[in-house]
């Protein structure tokens, strides 16, 4: 398995920027497909985007389509969530995994997952 440690989370105004980051260490990260997902107090967790090994097949939730951007960079072992017009139903504990499968939309094909970051979008 590959283990995975996100950063970048924090407290931004609706409407900004804000890019979290995983780094991924142990097996080869290039062979793994990539996902976030993210939680809110009280529901359950949810898709955001995933991207597969090669950086060439991306996809969103609706709800963050065309504001959010999923990416990669194989040569230093890091997926990156670029999280752009945030609202605050964006506010969640966000976390990356990672699937040895085939990319998914569901929680259960991820095998590796992080520790999670806090984002807060404040009015």
């Known amino acids: 398995q590959v283990q995975l440690v996100e950063s970048g989370g924090g407290l931004v105004q609706a409407g900004g920027s804000l890019r979290i980051s995983c780094a991924a260490s142990g097996r080869t990260f290039s062979s793994y497909a990539m996902g976030w997902f993210r939680q809110a107090p009280g529901k359950q967790r949810e898709f955001v985007a995933a991207i597969d090994w090669s950086g060439g097949a991306t996809y969103y939730a609706d709800s963050v389509k065309g504001r959010f951007t999923i990416s990669r960079d194989n040569a230093k072992n890091t997926v990156y969530l670029q999280m752009n017009s945030l609202k605050r139903e964006d506010t969640a504990v966000y976390y990356c995994?990672?699937?040895?499968?085939?990319?998914?939309?569901?929680?259960?094909?991820?095998?590796?997952w992080g520790q999670g970051t806090q984002v807060t979008v404040s009015s």
């Open positions: 995994a990672a699937s040895e499968n085939h990319i998914a939309f569901i929680p259960s094909v991820y095998g590796s």
